[in-house]
Structures are given as C-alpha cells and as structure tokens.
C-alpha cells in the first residue's frame, strides 16, 4: 500500500522560512518521481515542485526561486525548502508521486502564512 506521511506545517509570518519533509514508501519512491502539492481554501489542489528520480526538479511559476525540492533516495523522504514565504502560499501541501498515485493522498500539513 502506498503511504505519504507529511510534516513540518506550521504558522509562520510574511517573509519566513519552512522545511516540510514528507516519507514515502520504498516501492513507490524507487519507481516514480516525487512531487509536493498544494491544495488552498476554494481553490483545487495544484501542482508546486517535482524531482524525478534522476534528481532534475521543476516548479510552479508562484514558486520558482523561492521554494527547493530535494529528494534523499536512502531515506525515502523528500523535502520541500521554502524561503521568502507569502500569504498565498497558505495551503495544504501534500506530497505524492508524479503522476499522482490517487489512492496514495494523506493528510498533508498545513502552512499558514500570516502576520
């Protein structure tokens, strides 16, 4: 069964800093790219960063040079390095293989961003 457990979420001001991490299980971490989502209030869940299994990343435009995606292959963990923090970044974010493996979603971990 794949599983997704993410961490790190927390309250933190404009113009802050976040490390999530998020462990994957071995099977699919092996196989798959890896990526991070986001899911706002009203708004549908979307795509932030990915990192193949390669290592080679892409991100969101609303998050290129602001955010850092990593994966550590030993550890079956990814992480996702945000600086420069905005209150649009408010969100669920949620960690996943790319594509998306649907029965795999878990709880994700809440980032507010707010003074």
């Known amino acids: 069964q794949v599983q997704f457990v993410e961490s790190g979420g927390d309250l933190v001001q404009p113009g802050g800093s976040l490390r999530l991490s998020c462990a994957a299980s071995?099977?699919?971490?092996?196989?798959?790219?890896m990526a991070w989502y986001r899911q706002a209030p009203g708004k549908q869940r979307e795509l932030v960063a990915a990192?193949?299994?390669?290592?080679?990343?892409i991100y969101a435009d609303s998050v290129k040079d602001r955010f850092t995606i990593s994966r550590d292959n030993f550890k079956n963990t990814i992480y996702l390095e945000m600086n420069s923090l905005k209150p649009e970044d408010t969100a669920i974010y949620y960690c996943?293989?790319?594509?998306?493996?649907?029965?795999?979603w878990g709880q994700g971990t809440q980032v507010t961003v707010s003074s």
């Open positions: 996943n293989s790319r594509p998306p493996n649907e029965g795999g």
């Open positions: 990192a193949n299994i390669g290592g080679i990343t």
């Open positions: 071995g099977s699919i971490f092996k196989n798959y790219g």
